[in-house]
């Protein structure tokens, strides 16, 4: 009886534990920053303290191999976005919207609503998971698109802006765009900086990067 009682205590702490975990807030982490300034590898960083990461490059990278998507933009760039292989080419699709800020807006009206609808559905599952410690938004657009508002906390990636070019060069912008051109149309950085709660200095190494995003982690997790 004495055994059956016990084990029963059990079950309810286990449970009543569970749910604790269920409903604790999981905080949402925005990472802002230029083009180049490592924002994906402050993203690592959070991911090997235990976040889960949304990588919304790797989520419209993705869009773009959907069939409607795919009809989508050809009708609006056409065919010479196309490779050999009748794929899209993304360097070919930069080359094309960011000469022309029309073709830049219907891109964004056709690839943006499944970047995002998929990114919702990320945080969502990522909320419920119980090895998730925190959710981080690796999106180039948060500003833009409205995303900072989901945020509890946000983290600016501050990298002196010849080491952005450099790294931006090894990055697929397409034969005519370069960073700067990309980086224009966007909310300045100066906003973007005037906006986050932390700035993580990337101009060393990663060993100093990653004690810098620990720091600000175990800050955020000790005031959620």
Known sequence: MECALI??????????CSVVAHSR???VIGLLG????????VARAFGRLGCAVIDADALAHAALEQPQVKRQVVELLGPGVLDEDGRIDRGRVADSVFADASKLAGLTEIVHPVVLAKAQSFMETY????????????MPL????????????LVFV???????LARAKNKV???KNDAEMRENLQISLDKKIRLA????????????????VADIFSNIVANT
């Open 25 to 27: 807030k999981k905080p």
């Open 7 to 16: 084990g029963s205590l059990e079950t309810v702490r286990l449970l009543r």
């Open 34 to 41: 230029g083009i180049g300034s490592g924002k994906s590898t």
């Open 142 to 153: 948060l500003v833009e698109v409205g995303w900072h508002t989901k945020c509890d906390r």
């Open 173 to 175: 912008f397409g034969k």
């Open 127 to 138: 909320r419920r998971n119980l090895a998730v410690r925190a959710i981080v938004l690796d």
């Open 158 to 164: 501050r990298c002196d802006r010849e080491k952005r």
């Open 197 to 212: 709660d932390n700035i993580v200095e990337n101009n060393s190494d990663e060993s100093a990067l990653a004690s810098q």
